[in-house]
């Protein structure tokens, strides 16, 4: 059964920044998009940022500039990099892996990130 482990979540002043990591393991298919997602308390989940099989990245438009999706295929891994944080940024951020080909689509378990004076 594949697992999404996630880390790098915290508690952050404004202006701060952390990183996130989503490690896959018993991944079977080849090709997938990898995402951020984000959830704040009282409202729905949303899309934070995406990256392709081929390193092609979109972002919603709150953090543009201020956050980076990266990705290691050998490793199977996910990254966030978040920079400027501010109180509404505030949530727990979800990776998610969908498969290109076939139905696979995995969700990590959550990590909280408060920004917080």
């Known amino acids: 059964q594949v697992q999404l482990v996630e880390s790098g979540g915290g508690l952050v002043q404004p202006g701060g920044s952390l990183r996130l990591s989503c490690a896959a393991s018993k991944i079977t298919d080849s090709i997938y998009v990898m995402a951020w997602y984000r959830q704040a308390p009282g409202k729905q989940r949303e899309l934070v940022a995406g990256?392709?099989?081929?390193?092609?990245?979109n972002y919603a438009d709150s953090v543009k500039g201020r956050f980076t999706i990266s990705r290691d295929n050998a490793k199977n891994t996910v990254y966030l990099q978040m920079s400027s944080l501010n109180l509404e940024d505030t949530a727990v951020y979800y990776c998610n892996f969908a498969a290109v080909l076939g139905s696979g689509n995995y969700w990590g378990q959550g990590t909280q990130v408060t920004v917080s004076s």
């Open positions: 990256i392709s099989s081929s390193g092609s990245t």
